[in-house]
């Protein structure tokens, strides 16, 4: 079965750092896109970055671009998402999701898998 599982969430205080890694298994990882989205109490799940199968491309949202990089190791099947500057509304469940398309995308709802969550809290 496809299996994705994050971690490196925790509370961190405004302005600090965190590393969140996604670890993937039961698919072939370099098939796959990946993409982090978070999503806050009350509200939406909302894309956060994307990045190709190669790892030649990235994307991010206007709200994390500058602070947040989005990598992947396809020798390890893991995808990172290094967050510095973090801010209180950076606040939520950080989610790792794989695409089989070529490109990356922004839309949650043509990711073909996802992983449990990670916890990322932000204290002003």
């Known amino acids: 079965q496809v299996q994705l599982e994050e971690s490196g969430g925790g509370l961190v205080q405004a302005g600090g750092s965190l590393r969140l890694a996604c670890a993937a298994s039961g698919l072939t990882f370099s098939r796959y896109a990946m993409g982090w989205f978070r999503q806050a109490p009350g509200k939406e799940r909302e894309f956060v970055a994307a990045?190709?199968?190669?790892?030649?491309?990235?994307y991010y949202a206007d709200s994390v671009q500058g602070r947040f990089t989005i990598s992947r190791d396809n020798a390890k099947n893991v995808v990172y998402l290094q967050m510095n500057s973090l801010k209180p509304e950076d606040t939520a469940v950080y989610y790792c999701?794989?695409?089989?398309?070529?490109?990356?995308?922004?839309?949650?709802?043509?990711?073909?898998?996802w992983g449990q969550g990670t916890q990322v809290t932000v204290s002003s």
């Open positions: 990045i190709t199968r190669s790892g030649g491309l990235t």
């Open positions: 999701a794989a695409d089989d398309h070529v490109l990356p995308n922004k839309f949650p709802g043509l990711y073909d898998y």
